[in-house]
Structures are given as structure tokens and as C-alpha cells.
């Protein structure tokens, strides 16, 4: 069974949250604290690469300042658009400031048993089922995660696992949250290589790309660093999320969180431009704030949706693709609290035209993964697909013809214009419109339970085009290299 | 041109809702000499089962059956005085009479069930809206049909329809039409309580519904 092709939303809509003012200040004020304050960057490698561009830097506390200039001058370099390549080309994404995808989401620890539907730890194969319900499903673009952690598999060489069981599970672009070292990105990009036919080719067709999480406030992970310093050798494109929390890890007000999220953003960038000028690098972001009465994780909430809008109007200021924490709701099961979390979060970034929408498929706050959550999540990014769409006015569609011919009282049912426009009307896969009586008869069937059929459904007959068995055993060698390596 | 050739274009003409050519391809089938009987069943009701099957699987929607069912409708109309003509009866599942009550003027869902009825081979008088329950009784009377379909889309007229049924009773008629009700408040209580034979809660439904009664008959 092929899956049909993705549908990547180009947003027709508009919606502004901070005016031109409003964003100019926060650019500053990012500046101020980068250039006052500075960042930390803990990694003597990185360190070195900062120092050398004229950066001041405090080897004791691993704190870097960033003079504008440099900040300005390497937003500059970047590059606004760029490809992420499927390993299959019919699954390219091309990246810009116009259209909207959305991934699955990473990286969870448990996970829903479609079979029995308890809550279990996660494994390697539940990576690649996870990825071959996104494989078929026509909204998910890529693979961000993987989407679950392979707790079956040994923690020293587990990101590798992940890669190949990704891989397994699609033939969409990758992009791994937990390569996390120089060692294990080096390895992972040797599997990408292995695929893609060696590292130039990768380089033109990066079917792999970093996501790195930054230690918010003013700061990003040493391994993180250096993982995608190797990344940006390698012209791979990579991107950091910072997720400041409000009264936590960033100001209570949420423009003082932004400026938090623009400085542990935009930071890292200046590190991937010195290390290779114009390589492509994506702002991430999960602004959010805290449960005032947990000071927990909320993994939904007005403010996400706000500080979401307003970071990807900061990110089409800097010309920078964004990819924005969406979706991923803290209810704990798929319940009216997920819908409502993941509806607005959904809408929010796409509205605002940001670039990715990571993503679909978990619960609790990105800790546990459903398949039915992932296909309810797509069914949702289906409509607002279609809201986004807006209305188009023009003699065709405004119809007057067909409205004289009807007249009082008709109807528009067997019209030809109906036959030709009908398809436009949005359709549900999973979303429940039975009449009440069939629904009754079905055993009050809802969009749970026809999501956890059409799971099942998938999981046994999509077909995924399989890795080149000599892949697979280059793959092999490469992760028993890495045991070998890492485990001394 | 064969004669399989016209069949599969009335085929074609209920699948795409086409009803001029629908009308054109009947005339000409005629003109030909060949017998109407077959036009139907070879050509057109190939046609209906063909969108019914589409219907089932997802590919087609409500309006495209709908349109189906127009088409039918068209290609009825132009093969009938023939058949009558001619003196050969046509099989039909039944004769159904439907309306919407008294008070009433919502028509859109029972125009729906009509189509869907006729789609099936039915052979359907509409009254149309806002018909008072002696007309009901007059037409059953007249027409002799399998079944009454009435339909109410307004609380306020969902007691016409148990007024309908006593009518028929009353007239003796009771036992030789089967009661449908449909309508956006009807329920399989409200269908229950007021002795109605079938209930559905929508057009698809309710031509299952239509072809068990008659079965039951």
C-alpha cells in the first residue's frame, strides 16, 4: 500500500500578533543581554571558535559575549530557504517562510499498547511503527524525534538504533534529538552518508538534520554544542529549541520570555556561521510557562499558543525557518484537553506561517506516544490545513449563475457546480459524524477507536520501501564500532 | 453504434449525473428499437449499482448519488410512455408516497430519501411540503403505495405524523401501507411510540429500511 503524498500547508491567512515595534524591541533587547551578558557555551571547542571571532570570553564560567555586529552579521549568512531531503525525493521538503509541516513529535518514554492499550516502556520496534503510521499518513512531513526513546537497545550506542529504526519505518527526512556528542554525531552522520552515497551527496541532500535543546536561561548543552559543530562541518542543517518557562527559567511577563527564547535561539546560530558560513541552520522554540501551583511542565496553554505566534513573527523578522513545539499536549490521554491543546497549537504557528510543527503523536507533556494521538493529531492538522485555506471569491466560486438557476426553494445537491466544488468540503478519517443510531449500533464508536482500526490498518499493510540490505549491514558495522569505541 | 456501446454510456451518464445526456441517449436507444426494459436494467440501474458500490467504498459522495438519482429520474421519464406503450411492467421494489407534514416546509432531507428511493428502483410520488394529512390519505387511497414516508424537521409538527396514522386506521387503510417518519428530531422512540413500521436517520438509510418493509409485506 503506497501512502499518497504529503500536503504541506501554505497558509492564506494572515494573523499578526506584535507589530514591527513591538518585534524591533525584543531584537534589541536580545542583543543587549547577548552582548552585555553574554551566553553560556559549555564547550571549550566551541569557546575556542567564539573566542577567535572576537567574542569575550570567561573560560571559568564558560560564558561567551556576542558583540552585535557579529550577531547581526551572522544572522545575515544564513540561509532563509533550503532542503530537507526523504530519502525517498518524493518526501523532500523544501523549507521557507511561506509554507507549514508538520512532524511527529519526540522524544517519549512510554507508550500506549495499540494491542492492549496499557501504558508501557518504549522499544526500538515501537520506533519504526511509530514512523510507519507517519510514513502513511498524507499530513505528517518528517520524522522528529525518533518518537520514542529504544529502551530495549544499550544507552551508549541507543541514538544509532534509533536512526536505523527510523529509517526502517520511513523513507521522510530525520532529524534526531538525541545525538547529543561529537562521537555519536560523527557516527550518525556516517549512517547518513552509508544512505545517501557519501558525504558530499548528504551535503546536497541532507536526508538528516540536527535538533539540539538549549539549558535555558543564557545558555546550551556542551555536547549539544559540539554535536552539531560537527554537524555544521558537515553542512547539515541543525537547529536548538529553547523552552523557557515563565516564572521558571525565563521573566513571568511573555515578552520577557521571548527575549530569552530570541537569545537561546539565535546564540547557537552564531556558533554554526563561524564554524561553516551559510550553513543552514532552523530556529526551534517551546515557550511555555509554568503550572503555578506544580511548576511543572504544562505542555499546553494560552500562553504556548501566544509565545508560539509571536516567536515565528520574530523568526520572519530574522528571515529564519522556525521550528515551533506544537501540538504535544500535557493531557494524559486523548481526551477533550488534548483536542483543545492541540487544535490552538496547531492553528497558532500555522496562522503565523512557521515553517515546522513539531509535532504529533504524544501525551503528558512529549512523555508518553500514541498512534491513535498521532492520527487524531493529523486529522486535526487536516482542518486547519483546510481553515487555512481561507475563501477564495471569484464568478466561479461566488457562484450567481447557479444561484439564479436553483432560485427559491431548490436545491444544490445534483448541480454540476456542486460536483465540481464538493471535493473542497474537508472529510474526517477519523473525527465521528454517524447518525446517533449508528453510532449506538457501532458500540459508541468515536474517533479513538477509529483511530486505533485505522492504526491497526496501517501497521499491517503499508508497505515502507526497506533499506538496501547492504545498507543494513553497513549499519550494523557502524553501531558495533561505536559500541566498541564508546564502551572503552 | 452497438448496443453495449449506449449501454455503457448511460452507464457513464449516471456516474458523471449527466441527465441531458441522459435523455439524449435514451431517445436515441429508442429510435434504435431497443427495447426499453433493457435500456434500464443493462444501462442505467448498471449505472445506480455501479455509484451505490462507489458510495460504499468512500469514493463518492451524497450529491454525486443524489445527481445519480436525477439522472434516473430523466431517464425514466423518457422511457416509461414506452414501456407503457409497449405493455411490459417494470420490476420494482415498490411504490412509495412521501411528504412533509402540515406546517411544515423543510424539504431538503425528504427530497433526499425521494432520490434515494428512486436511485433504487422505487417508483416515488413526492408531495412535496406542507401536506395536510387528508391529502396523505387521499394519495394512499388513490396510489395504493407499499409505503408512506412523512417527514418533520419541527417538534411542532411531529404529532401531524401520529395524526396520520390514526387517519389510516380510521380509513382501514392501516393494514396495507407501511409507515416510514423521518426527520432531524425523530428518534426510533418517537417511530415506536406513535406506531410507525420504520425509522431512518437519514437518505441511505432509509432505503434500507424501505426495501426490508416491503420484503416484510
Known amino acids: ?488 | 453504434m452497438d448496443k453495449q456501446q449506449l449501454f455503457d454510456e448511460m452507464k457513464t451518464a449516471v456516474l458523471e449525473g449527466e441527465i441531458e445526456a441522459a435523455e439524449e441517449i435514451a431517445r436515441k436507444a429508442l429510435e434504435m428499437g431497443i427495447p426499453p426494459l433493457e435500456c434500464i436494467e443493462e444501462g442505467f440501474v448498471a449505472g445506480i449499482n455501479e455509484v451505490g458500490r462507489l458510495f460504499e467504498e468512500g469514493e463518492m459522495f451524497l450529491p454525486e448519488l443524489v445527481a445519480a438519482a436525477e439522472v434516473m429520474k430523466a431517464a425514466l421519464a423518457v422511457l416509461e410512455p414506452e414501456l407503457q406503450k409497449q405493455q411490459v411492467t417494470r420490476d420494482i421494489p415498490g411504490k412509495v408516497v412521501i411528504g412533509t407534514m402540515y406546517n411544515d416546509i423543510h424539504d431538503i432531507g425528504k427530497d433526499m430519501v425521494a432520490s434515494m428511493l428512486t436511485a433504487a428502483g422505487f417508483e416515488v410520488h413526492n408531495l412535496g411540503v406542507n401536506v395536510p394529512c387528508e391529502t396523505f390519505i387521499g394519495k394512499v387511497k388513490e396510489l395504493k403505495p407499499d409505503i408512506l414516508g412523512l417527514s418533520a424537521l419541527l417538534t411542532t409538527t411531529m404529532p401531524e405524523q401520529k395524526k396520520v396514522i390514526e387517519a389510516l386506521e380510521k380509513e382501514g387503510l392501516r393494514q396495507s401501507v407501511k409507515v416510514m417518519v423521518g426527520g432531524a428530531p425523530i428518534n426510533q422512540e418517537w417511530a415506536d411510540s406513535i406506531g410507525a413500521d420504520g425509522f431512518a436517520e437519514n437518505a441511505i438509510e432509509a432505503v434500507k429500511v424501505a426495501r426490508s418493509l416491503v420484503n416484510e409485506k
Not at chain 1, 530537507?84 to 523549507?95: E, H, Q, S, T, V
Not at chain 1, 545558555?219 to 536548538?240: H, K, R, Y
Request: contains cysteine; negative net charge; aromatic residues 8%.
Open chain 1, 1 to 488: 500500500m503506497l501512502r499518497r503524498k504529503f500536503q504541506p500547508v501554505r497558509s492564506q491567512l494572515e494573523f499578526r500578533l506584535l507589530s514591527a515595534r513591538d518585534i524591533k524591541k525584543i531584537h534589541e533587547a536580545a542583543l543587549e543581554v547577548m552582548e552585555e551578558v553574554g551566553v553560556r557555551f559549555p564547550s571549550n571547542l566551541a569557546l575556542d571558535v567564539l573566542e577567535q571571532a572576537g567574542c569575550q570570553v570567561n573560560r571559568e564560567t564558560m560564558v561567551a559575549k556576542l558583540p552585535s555586529k557579529l550577531v547581526v552579521e551572522s544572522l545575515r549568512q544564513a540561509p532563509s530557504q533550503y532542503l530537507l531531503a526523504g530519502r525517498d525525493p518524493k518526501d523532500d521538503m523544501w523549507i521557507d517562510d511561506k509554507t507549514s509541516y508538520l512532524s511527529t513529535d519526540g522524544c517519549a518514554v512510554e507508550v500506549y499498547d495499540i494491542e492492549t492499550g496499557k501504558l508501557r516502556t518504549s522499544t526500538k520496534q515501537d520506533i519504526t511503527d511509530a514512523c510507519k503510521v507517519a510514513d502513511y499518513l498524507p499530513e505528517i512531513s518528517y520524522v522528529w524525534g525518533p518518537p520514542v526513546s529504544a529502551q530495549d537497545v544499550p544507552a551508549i550506542t541507543r541514538p544509532l538504533h534509533e536512526i536505523e529504526a527510523s529509517m526502517d519505518g520511513t523513507t521522510m527526512h530525520i532529524q534526531p534529538e538525541t545525538v547529543i556528542s561529537r562521537k555519536i554525531a560523527e557516527y550518525a552522520l556516517e549512517m547518513a552518508a552509508v544512505v545517501a552515497g557519501g558525504k558530499e551527496e548528504l551535503r546536497k541532500r541532507p536526508i538528516f538534520s540536527f535538533m539540539q535543546c538549549a539549558m535555558d536561561p543564557l545558555g546550551q548543552d556542551g555536547g549539544s554544542l559540539e554535536a552539531s559543530m560537527v554537524a555544521a562541518e558537515w553542512g547539515i542543517p541543525t537547529g536548538f529549541m529553547p523552552m523557557p518557562m515563565s516564572c521558571a527559567t525565563a521573566p513571568a511577563t511573555l515578552a520577557g520570555n521571548l527575549v530569552v527564547t530570541t537569545v537561546d535561539a539565535v546564540s547557537p546560530l552564531v556558533l554554526m556561521q563561524l564554524v561553516n558560513p551559510g550553513t543552514p541552520v532552523y530556529f526551534a522554540a517551546a515557550p511555555t510557562a509554568i503550572d503555578l501551583q506544580t511548576g511543572g511542565y504544562t505542555g499546553g496553554g494560552p500562553e504556548d499558543f501566544l509565545l508560539a505566534a509571536a516567536f515565528s513573527e520574530i523568526c520572519h523578522f530574522y528571515q529564519i525557518p522556525l521550528a515551533m513545539g506544537a501540538f504535544a499536549t500535557g493531557a494524559k490521554e486523548p481526551d477533550w484537553q488534548a483536542a483543545v491543546d492541540n487544535s490552538f497549537a496547531g492553528l497558532m504557528p500555522v496562522l503565523t506561517r512557521t515553517a515546522i510543527l513539531n509535532g504529533a503523536g504524544t501525551l503528558n507533556g512529549s512523555k508518553i506516544f500514541s498512534l491513535q494521538q498521532l492520527i487524531m493529531d493529523a486529522e486535526i492538522y487536516s482542518m486547519i490545513a483546510k481553515v487555512a485555506e481561507g475563501i477564495e471569491v471569484n464568478d466561479e466560486t461566488l457562484a450567481v449563475d447557479v444561484i439564479k438557476k436553483i432560485g427559491p426553494g431548490g436545491n444544490y445537491l445534483s448541480d454540476k457546480h456542486t460536483r465540481r466544488h464538493m471535493k473542497e468540503i474537508w472529510r474526517p478519517t477519523v473525527y465521528d459524524r454517524k447518525p446517533y443510531g449508528a453510532w449506538l449500533e457501532s458500540g459508541k464508536k468515536g474517533a479513538f477507536e477509529e483511530a486505533t482500526e485505522k492504526a491497526r490498518w496501517i501497521l499491517k499493510n503499508h508497505e515502507v520501501k526497506p533499506l538496501d540490505p547492504k545498507v543494513k549491514e553497513e549499519f550494523a558495522r557502524i553501531i558495533k564500532a561505536a559500541e566498541k569505541e564508546l564502551s572503552k
